[in-house]
């Protein structure tokens, strides 16, 4: 997809694609619908101003985003798809009150944005509306997606896409992410994916002891659409974590019959074996500039943890006990791995230096915590989670006060967060559908909850940049 026009501002091209998992001797290809965005200036039209638009004092700005023009017959799937989509965006992050679609029904149809109905958008109480045209010819579609300010009429936000109708949800998603940069001053997550392992396709692994289900990694859009299995070898697969880049997928293997570390790249469709075989590795994750591995292995015959260059080389020891010491995540900074460790008796969260120093224990008042993951910047908190009850739930370790809060209340089990690249929300798995262990989004402050997946048992999410 190519945006070719902003008529206000002209930020970086970035490129975005889905990943390339190779396992199993089998290369999985999956690319997304687009590439590469490029933008040029064009002269600022004299309706339209850059403003922030505000709600009443004290609430969020609301917003209504009607169905979207459909220029010609062609484009009519399109246009619904996008303008839903991007209400769902729109509304992911809380920053806008969207006010709900079936209350503006009434309200009509502009075909123009010269034809937008100020008044009956001001009746209802909108802040701003989000005016969308759509245009296709044959695979190609044009998108115009324009903001107003209902006070003053004018346009705030406009932007014109081209691209393929292949993902149309991609259009809503770029268009979500740039208008919370703008108006909000806030990265969103739209374009965002999540990995996670699944045994959907419901088959055994074949040739062992045990009776296990074969559990494969998908790759989904952050809401769960788009859910693409990208590894194949019918073994265990799991854990995967994405690179920093969210260029690469790393993941745990049982290809070879025991557990080991895998890296699928994206471009080239080379799969890197880091641990090269031999010894049990598991849980990797990539530190925060992508050069180095933190994991852990039974090398030296117990668990502990281990640093690795992105390649394999320069391993290290990094903790020494005859406990069992596992499930490392990386401080933003990279100076500092959170882990969880038996060495009290039960798993807690501990901290240590990257280079080995300053071991400290996080957690005191839980019977059994697990899985920390370390917020992006600018947050300074630990999510993990605790054991409460017959289950798990999930809480949140605030390393500058030392205060743990819980967001999850003891509905079905919940384990194994994951942040977003902003810091805003959590995906984590649970039971409390009843319908096996399902992939979840929530907000740091417990609010927001949504349900991610739906078919199968999902595990381990991991949440790209």
Do not use: C
């Not at 970035?14 to 998992?21: S, T």
């Not at 199993?24 to 933008?39: E, F, K, N, Q």
């Not at 004290?58 to 009519?76: I, K, L, Q, S």
């Not at 010894?279 to 530190?287: D, E, I, R, V």
């Amino acid at each position: 997809m190519t945006i070719m026009r902003d008529v206000r501002t002209s930020p970086r091209a970035r490129a975005w694609v889905m990943v390339i998992a190779v396992a199993g001797g089998l290369a999985i290809a999956v690319a997304d619908t687009t590439a590469t965005r490029t933008l040029q200036d064009a002269p600022q039209q004299p309706s339209e101003v850059a403003v922030v638009i505000s709600g009443d004092p004290g609430t969020p700005p609301r917003y209504a985003v009607p169905d979207f023009v459909a220029m010609n017959p062609e484009a009519a799937d399109v246009a619904k798809t996008i303008s839903q989509v991007l209400w769902d965006d729109l509304a992911f992050e809380r920053e806008f009150y969207l006010i709900p679609r079936d209350t503006y029904s009434t309200i009509p149809t502009a075909r123009t944005a010269g034809q937008i109905p100020f008044a009956s958008w001001r009746e209802l109480g909108a802040d701003g509306v989000i005016f969308g045209s759509v245009q296709r010819t044959g695979n190609n579609v044009r998108v115009e997606i324009r903001l107003f300010n209902i006070r003053t009429q004018q346009s705030v936000f406009s932007k014109e896409y081209t691209g393929t109708a292949t993902n149309p949800r991609l259009f809503a998603h770029i268009a979500s992410d740039e208008i919370h940069q703008q108006q909000r001053s806030l990265r969103g997550v739209a374009r965002t994916k999540l990995a996670f392992s699944s045994d959907r396709n419901r088959e055994r692994v074949g040739g062992t002891v045990q009776n296990r289900d074969v559990k494969e990694v998908y790759v989904s859009d952050y809401d769960g659409a788009n859910s693409r299995r990208i590894t194949a070898n019918r073994q265990l697969n799991i854990m995967p974590v994405w690179s920093p880049d969210a260029r690469s997928v790393a993941y745990t293997s049982y290809r070879r019959g025991y557990p080991d570390l895998f890296i699928a790249m994206i471009y080239d469709g080379v799969q890197q074996e880091p641990t090269k075989g031999g010894t049990q590795n598991w849980l990797p994750m990539f530190s925060p500039d992508g050069t180095r591995i933190a994991f852990t292995s039974s090398r030296d015959g117990n668990a502990e943890l281990y640093i690795m260059n992105r390649d394999g080389s320069g391993i290290r020891r990094l903790t020494n006990h005859p406990a069992i010491d596992t499930t490392p995540t990386w401080s933003p900074t990279g100076t500092q791995i959170a882990f969880t460790s038996d060495r009290a008796g039960q798993p807690q969260i501990y901290v240590i230096g990257a280079d080995g120093l300053n071991l400290r224990r996080l957690t005191t008042a839980e019977s059994y915590a697990d899985r920390p993951t370390w917020s992006p910047a600018p947050f300074n908190e630990i999510a993990f989670a605790a054991q409460t009850g017959p289950g798990y739930d999930v809480k949140i370790y605030d390393l500058a006060t030392g205060v743990t809060r819980q967001i999850t209340f003891g509905e079905g089990s919940n384990e194994s967060p994951a942040y977003s690249p902003n810091g805003r929300h959590l995906a984590f798995t649970s039971t409390r559908t009843g319908r096996g262990v399902q992939v979840y989004t929530i907000g740091r402050d417990g609010r927001g909850l949504k349900q991610v997946t739906r078919e199968g048992n999902n595990y381990t999410p991991s949440w790209s940049n």
